[in-house]
């Protein structure tokens, strides 16, 4: 058994969390009281009344306690194969989705640690044409191939620092550290949106992020026209010029320098727990290193 079974073996002994099963049925009762309170209301009401009375209270209500159980389902699927495994027994409607950690591992390497988180995408759902396949496979590739290519920029960075007269002492002074990871950005009934990532803690110009997002409703990964609508450009654009303007912290480049002149339809985004699109930029894309990754929220 290699080195990635056992971390997956691993992560499938996981129990189902003791308190799980109370929350859901408590979700579920609370759905249960919505509709009953409903259908009171509309035996009790009279026939003029009774439509205004129903649009006013059954959508909020059955909303609402569709909105927990679907935040419950998705807290389990990420925290619990065994949950997930039995999902998959029960037919859906929509997506229900969750990442997990497939492979873990850090290694010591001369004088380097190379720290690799492998996630993988998995989805319950009737019609996905592929899409957690095709994510993975995208996803695993990246994750080896930067720790790979990184370790050997390392190693001919290490072989030009030492011809130009450094020491082994100075060289260890650096720390080398390689870095492959995931970050969930949000999950919430309407999205699952998580980040891939690779840094090096010596050449912060060779990072690279991959950005997911995943419409659960439809099972498919959305754009940020999607999000925004068929003038997503415009108004990002206006939403990013105005909080330039608006942060003094930044000394944003001009676009003859090379900064900011509009969106296009692969600019990177994730969604934020408040289903607004965060569109993000890369270090030295449109400001100094000194500015990290600017980040602006689009509200919808």
Same mark, same amino acid.
Request: some cysteine; aromatic content about 10%; proline content about 4%.
């Given at each position: 058994m290699n080195q990635m079974e056992k971390a997956k073996k691993s992560y499938d002994s996981i129990p189902v969390p003791a308190e799980l099963y109370d929350r859901v049925q408590m979700a579920i009762a609370q759905a249960d009281t919505g509709k009953t309170g409903a259908r009171e209301i509309h035996q009790d009401s009279s026939p003029e009344r009774q439509?205004?009375?129903?649009?006013?209270?059954?959508?909020?209500?059955?909303?609402?306690?569709?909105?927990?159980?679907?935040? /419950?389902? $998705?807290?389990?699927?990420?925290?619990s194969t065994v949950f997930a495994q039995e999902m998959e027994k029960i037919p859906v409607l929509g997506a229900i989705a969750? @990442?997990?950690?497939?492979?873990?591992?850090?290694?010591?390497?001369?004088?380097?640690?190379?720290?690799?988180?492998?996630?993988?995408?998995?989805? $319950?759902?009737?019609?996905?044409?592929?899409?957690?396949?095709? @994510?993975? !496979?995208t996803i695993h590739t990246f994750c080896e191939q930067y720790a790979q290519e990184a370790v050997k920029r390392a190693e !001919?960075?290490?072989?030009?620092?030492?011809?130009?007269?450094?020491?082994? !002492? !100075?060289?260890?002074?650096? +720390?080398?550290? %390689? +870095?492959?990871?995931?970050? %969930?950005?949000s999950q919430t009934p309407e999205y699952l949106s998580f980040i891939v990532t690779g840094t090096e803690n010596w050449a912060s110009a060779y990072a690279q992020t991959l950005y997911y997002t995943i419409d659960l409703g439809s099972g498919k990964l959305v754009s940020l026209q999607e999000v925004l609508g068929p003038d997503y450009r415009s108004i990002a654009d206006e939403s990013i010029r105005a909080?330039?303007?608006?942060?003094?912290? /930044?000394?944003?480049?001009?676009?003859?320098?090379?900064?900011?002149?509009?969106?296009?339809?692969?600019?990177?985004?994730?969604?934020?727990?408040?289903?607004?699109? /965060?569109?993000?930029?890369?270090?030295?894309? %449109?400001?100094?290193?000194?500015?990290?990754?600017?980040?602006? /929220?689009?509200?919808?």
């Amino acid at each position: 058994m290699n080195q990635m079974e056992k971390a997956k073996k691993s992560y499938d002994s996981i129990p189902v969390p003791a308190e799980l099963y109370d929350r859901v049925q408590m979700a579920i009762a609370q759905a249960d009281t919505g509709k009953t309170g409903a259908r009171e209301i509309h035996q009790d009401s009279s026939p003029e009344r009774q439509k205004p009375v129903r649009r006013k209270r059954w959508p909020a209500a059955v909303s609402a306690a569709a909105a927990a159980v679907m935040a /419950v389902f $998705i807290t389990a699927l990420n925290t619990s194969t065994v949950f997930a495994q039995e999902m998959e027994k029960i037919p859906v409607l929509g997506a229900i989705a969750h @990442v997990f950690t497939f492979s873990s591992y850090v290694e010591e390497k001369e004088d380097m640690t190379i720290a690799v988180n492998i996630p993988s995408l998995e989805m $319950i759902s009737q019609d996905t044409e592929g899409l957690a396949d095709s @994510v993975n !496979e995208t996803i695993h590739t990246f994750c080896e191939q930067y720790a790979q290519e990184a370790v050997k920029r390392a190693e !001919e960075y290490k072989e030009a620092f030492m011809a130009t007269g450094g020491t082994q !002492e !100075e060289w260890e002074a650096h +720390n080398i550290q %390689i +870095n492959v990871g995931y970050e %969930i950005k949000s999950q919430t009934p309407e999205y699952l949106s998580f980040i891939v990532t690779g840094t090096e803690n010596w050449a912060s110009a060779y990072a690279q992020t991959l950005y997911y997002t995943i419409d659960l409703g439809s099972g498919k990964l959305v754009s940020l026209q999607e999000v925004l609508g068929p003038d997503y450009r415009s108004i990002a654009d206006e939403s990013i010029r105005a909080q330039m303007k608006a942060r003094t912290d /930044v000394e944003f480049f001009t676009p003859e320098e090379g900064g900011f002149t509009g969106i296009d339809e692969n600019t990177r985004f994730y969604m934020n727990a408040d289903g607004n699109p /965060v569109i993000v930029f890369e270090k030295y894309e %449109i400001a100094p290193g000194s500015a990290g990754q600017p980040e602006f /929220v689009i509200d919808r």
